[in-house]
């Protein structure tokens, strides 16, 4: 395993050496509100956009993070995204939340303070159908332009929005994988292999 920068980051998944992440089925009981959440220290900007978690799969309905090309924070609904004004620095740990109330509205914090507002236009019909992507560039659903040039750690999905106390709690405690309304909480603690677990009751096992 590999140390991080806190006790929280303690081992993560380098997605740049990896393949991505890609289960054969969305979270369909994630709809709105919902917070996704991670650790993520970006290693480039690429020349294409970049995902760092979609719900519901690339071309379908679902909703996800996604880092445009010069940097800046992106929320996904169905096949289109919204650029948000937050841009993640290089090779800094981040611990980056989307925070939505409605399918439309949505809150972008880095290490729990408020960084942008973005409103989605035309979000879609909800739920989400497809898969559940972690990492990929371009088309997420086969990898085509590569993997997410980042490192991640602690990927959560609730369905729930999460308050300012509750992220900053998530981001210097950490969770348990039991909490309500938390959907998937993958800790990346597996040090080596080729598969991950989520840890808890989450969908996921």
């Given at each position: ?32 509100p ?8 970006l ?16 071309g ?47 809150l ?5 303070v ?39 750690d ?40 080729t598969?991950?677990t ?8």
């Open positions: 395993s590999t140390t991080g920068p806190t006790v929280v980051c303690d081992n993560f998944i380098d997605l740049s050496q990896s393949v991505s992440i890609v289960y054969d089925k969305p979270i369909t009981t994630v709809n709105t919902m917070t996704i959440s991670c650790w993520i220290s290693k480039s900007n690429t020349a294409v956009d970049q995902v760092v978690v979609w719900n519901g799969g690339w379908y309905n679902g909703q996800g993070i996604i880092i445009m090309v010069g940097g800046n924070v992106s929320i996904g609904v169905n096949a289109g995204w919204t650029g948000s004004s937050y841009v993640l620095p290089l090779d800094t740990w981040v611990f980056l939340s989307a925070v939505s109330s409605t399918a439309n509205n949505w972008i914090y880095a290490n729990g408020l960084k942008s507002t973005v409103v989605v236009t035309g979000a879609g019909p909800l739920p989400v159908d497809g898969k559940f992507i972690i990492g990929g560039r371009g088309g997420a659903n086969n990898n085509a332009n590569g993997n997410l040039a980042a490192r991640l602690n990927v959560m999905l609730w369905n729930l929005a999460r308050s300012p106390s509750d992220l900053a709690s998530d981001m210097s405690s950490g969770v348990t994988g039991f909490e309500p309304g938390l959907k998937i909480y993958l800790p990346f603690n597996e040090g080596n292999g598969n991950t989520s840890v808890g009751t989450s969908v996921y096992q």
